[in-house]
């Protein structure tokens, strides 16, 4: 299976808040996990990625979590800007040396001041 | 400036015209892709190459043809065989770092049926 479950589909998050979207996948090759961060009209940028060796990485106030037994991983966006209003997407490969990343659907995040 | 540019920005089809979407990377990177992006559908794989001369079908290929003559250049051509052309597409390009490869994406080209 190459699925990756996103959800939740949409999300409504207070300034200050905290966000958090979750993705599940089937595939146990799967070696590496982005997030990308998409603003409408534009291209999705890289926001921070994950090998399964580690349970969580931080990156200001963006932290994945990971959890291998559970084939489950999740982002976090700690103090919620109106700024961070944006589609956000996980992804998962193989890994190094595989060409292929398979997307979850993606989750619009608002931030409401 | 380093970076992938995607041509035009948007492009309209007439019924049965083939059309063709530009992606020019300067990042000198080995790999290339082509994504179709439909709302509450995530991005689709439709081509990728990981060499000049050489490209791979993706999930969703039947309707469209590429060509990866040039390291720096992938273009997407949409035929008329593609019976339902619209979409955004996006083009990326990815390189290896730290050991996790990592993929770039243009701008995007939205495509219209008239």
């Known amino acids: 299976q190459q699925q990756v479950k996103q959800s939740p589909q949409s999300l409504i998050v207070q300034k200050g808040g905290i966000s958090i979207i979750n993705c599940a996948y089937e595939n146990t090759a799967f070696d590496y996990f982005p997030w990308y961060q998409q603003f409408p009209g534009k291209g999705p940028a890289l926001l921070i990625a994950?090998?399964?060796?580690?349970s969580e990485k931080k990156e200001g106030r963006f932290t994945i979590s990971f959890n291998k037994s559970a084939k489950q991983f999740s982002l976090h966006i700690m103090d919620s800007q109106p700024g961070d209003s944006a589609t956000y997407f996980c992804a998962a490969s193989p890994g190094a040396g595989s060409y292929q990343l398979t997307f979850g659907k993606g989750t619009k995040l608002s931030v409401i001041p | 400036d380093g970076g992938i540019t995607q041509s035009p920005k948007y492009l309209f089809r007439k019924e049965g015209q083939n059309v063709t979407l530009s992606c020019e990377q300067n990042l000198n990177h080995d790999a290339m892709y082509w994504y179709r992006q439909d709302p509450g559908q995530g991005l689709r794989l439709i081509y990728y190459s990981q060499i000049v001369n050489d490209f791979q079908k993706g999930d969703i290929a039947e309707g469209y043809s590429v060509s990866r003559e040039k390291k720096e250049s992938f273009p997407l051509t949409v035929t008329s065989a593609q019976k339902n052309p619209t979409a955004f597409y996006l083009c990326a390009s990815s390189t290896v770092l730290s050991g996790e490869e990592t993929q770039y994406f243009g701008p995007g080209t939205r495509l219209l049926v008239l």
């Open positions: 994950i090998r399964p060796d580690v």
